[in-house]
């Protein structure tokens, strides 16, 4: 197979690594948004995917953090989420700052996983795990690949 790929070529494959992030971070917080109109409707956690960040503010409410707290903190998160998502489809440098969010929401998985949950940990926190891994990974292809993408174009 031949490797030699045209200045097009390269062009291309960045383009599209930078549209899987942004469409990755997109996807990822439509899931969490499901995940809410669910717990609202249903009154339970029991989704195999979400955002963390939100599951454990609706997980801690009135238990450890008053519920209106939880409330206000779980809508600047998803503002934030959402302000990102919506300018990373227009300009894609505000990747960096899906990143960020992402990587928020990666932490509270990791402290909500070895300190809030029972244990045994219940095998739907792995897959949300494995999702954050992913969602991680094409977030720093698309801000290598944006950058690259740019260097490319000034030249």
């Not at 197979?1 to 942004?22: C, Q």
Request: glycine letters at 6%.
């Amino acid at each position: 197979m031949n490797k030699n790929f045209t200045r097009e070529d390269t062009i291309k494959k960045l383009e599209t690594n930078v549209k899987s992030a942004v469409s990755c971070f997109a996807l990822v917080g439509i899931l969490g948004i499901v995940f809410i109109i669910r717990y609202f409707i249903k009154g339970d956690l029991d989704f195999y995917f979400s955002l963390s960040f939100t599951e454990t503010m609706l997980w801690l409410k009135d238990d450890l953090i008053p519920g209106t707290i939880a409330y206000i903190l779980l809508g600047v998160f998803l503002v934030l989420y959402i302000i990102f998502a919506a300018l990373s489809a227009k300009k894609p440098q505000f990747l960096k700052g899906c990143l960020a969010v992402y990587l928020f929401d990666s932490l509270s998985l990791i402290v909500s996983m070895l300190v809030l949950q029972v244990r045994p940990i219940p095998s739907d926190t792995y897959i949300d795990v494995i999702i954050h891994g992913f969602a991680l990974v094409f977030l720093i292809v698309g801000i290598i690949s944006e950058k690259k993408l740019r260097e490319m174009k000034a030249e």
